[in-house]
């Protein structure tokens, strides 16, 4: 139903700042929950934030405060803005979107915190 690239990732210094791009396609772009995930090597998917069509956010516990999720209905994108990075945010991070029973997955693009 739609497909997802993201794009942003980079090398980063802890505590910087990085802000993550996922693009859309398709026309109901609005109408879906977008989300990010993370996966770190060896690791388990780790959710990370969601933004709802309407504009309401939910963040993981090990992001709030430092991660902000936003959309542009207008540009079909949604972005992560990460602030006060960490190395253990360190991971591929994906983007997700959900509309009814589907659920679609981008390639991913790569964040790497260190000194």
């Known amino acids: 139903q739609v497909q997802l690239v993201e794009s942003g990732g980079g090398l980063v210094q802890i505590g910087g700042s990085l802000r993550l791009s996922c693009a859309a396609s398709g026309r109901t772009f609005g109408y879906y929950v977008m989300a990010w995930y993370r996966q770190a090597p060896g690791k388990e998917r780790e959710f990370v934030a969601f933004i709802r069509s309407g504009g309401d956010t939910f963040y993981a516990d090990s992001v709030k405060g430092r991660f902000t999720i936003s959309r542009d209905n207008a540009r079909n994108t949604v972005y992560l803005q990460m602030n006060n990075l960490k190395p253990e945010d360190t991971a591929i991070y994906f983007c997700?979107?959900?509309?009814?029973?589907?659920?679609?997955w981008g390639q991913g693009t790569q964040v790497t915190v260190s000194s």
């Open positions: 997700n979107a959900v509309l009814g029973g589907s659920s679609n």
